[in-house]
């Protein structure tokens, strides 16, 4: 059975994620006011602003219980989401806004991403607050991470069109492929999402102009295993 609710936000619900060990969905406006949404009641259980621009990316983080945050500045934001807390502590190094998040557990590190005019992927140390590495990107962006923890890989996708695949453990970059596809339903070659099934080794990406490319990265070099299109404007 499908539930409607409304959100509360003033303008669009810009970014949404649910956090299935708290059984709330927490949800960014336009606005920079940030929701948080029990899942059974629906009823909004947390509000507060983070910034008065568009919240960009939402990560939850599980060992620290911690939700991380960014907006259309260079500020990483990161919340405390105990109960008897309210604590906020901020990341800052990045030159401009910061497009994707991503939480390392095993390594207990919190990785961002920057825009195409900042060109930074930045690691950092949860327990130290503190930037500990760093990586020049020059793929336009990281518009999304992806962290396979069973393989201590870090999958960046580029607003290019290109992946990039580093080891976190000797922090290098293995290797780069080319999700592209000139003429496929427009050319924004954008890397809008990432995902992993570890059971077949399959990474798959899908490009802001609709196409899905599916990946085997078992193998070195990666092999592209199949590439289709849907008549979409974005393929999410």
Not at 11 to 32: H, S
Not at 113 to 128: Q, R, Y
């Amino acid at each position: 059975n499908l539930k409607f609710f409304d959100s509360g936000h003033k303008g669009i619900v810009a970014v949404a994620l649910y956090v299935e060990a708290m059984n709330v969905i927490i949800t960014g406006g336009q606005e920079g006011t940030i929701k948080i949404w029990d899942i059974s009641t629906l009823l909004c259980v947390r509000s507060f602003e983070a910034n008065q621009t568009k919240i960009l990316a939402l990560k939850y983080i599980p060992h620290k219980n911690l939700l991380a945050v960014t907006c259309r500045d260079s500020i990483v934001r990161v919340y405390s989401l105990n109960k008897s807390e309210y604590q906020m502590w901020t990341l800052l190094g990045h030159r401009s806004s910061v497009l994707s998040l991503e939480c390392c557990v095993n390594l207990n590190c919190l990785l961002t991403g920057g825009s195409h005019t900042d060109k930074m992927i930045k690691i950092w140390n949860l327990d130290e607050k503190a930037l500990e590495f760093e990586w020049k990107d020059e793929n336009y962006g990281a518009s999304c991470l992806l962290y396979i923890e069973n393989l201590f890989r870090l999958i960046v996708g580029g607003g290019n069109g290109k992946i990039c695949v580093y080891d976190m453990l000797k922090k290098t970059l293995k290797e780069t492929m080319d999700s592209g596809q000139d003429g496929v339903l427009g050319n924004n070659k954008e890397i809008v999402t990432l995902a992993y099934e570890g059971e077949k080794d399959l990474l798959y990406s899908a490009n802001g102009n609709g196409t899905v490319n599916i990946w085997n990265i078992a193998r070195y070099p990666t092999v592209n295993v199949r590439r289709f299109s849907y008549n979409l404007k974005h393929a999410r």
